[in-house]
């Protein structure tokens, strides 16, 4: 089978408008960590079922041992928190956690999910942590956006017909 090289893949993959999202877990002293993610995937709606792919570093380590984790939709504000959470922190970002029936939770997010490992599968270098969703939330602000590697705001209000 001919196989797309890496880099091809990745300039298609660009043009698919994703959100942009935190995943959090707490790492195994019982500290939050986190990181941004586009790879957050609804599956099933009965049970509710959502999946993430993580690569083998501490957010993998924490998923892994605790079982559990959550995702943070950000919103059109958050950028820094994206940049911060991809392993760009700067100066004046620091994220603010709350704990939400034990996983931490970023304020002001537009979504947040807190989801429980029901199955692991590898592909590749990543492992896909396939999780029932416990709790959700959700609130009307404007989401943060990424396509062609760039940020790009979310929807605004709705368009009149």
Known sequence: ???ASP????QAASRFATGVAVLSSLDPRGDPCGMTVNSFVTVSLSPPTVLVSVMPGRMHQAISESGRYAVNVLTEADRGLSRHFAGRPADGVNPDFASVGGLPKLSNCVAFFACEVTRTVDVGDHTL????????EHCDNVPLVFFSSRYHLGPGAPLDR
């Open 1 to 3: 089978m001919h196989r």
């Open 7 to 10: 880099a091809a893949f990745r």
């Open 129 to 136: 942590f396939i999780a029932e969703v416990s709790s959700c």
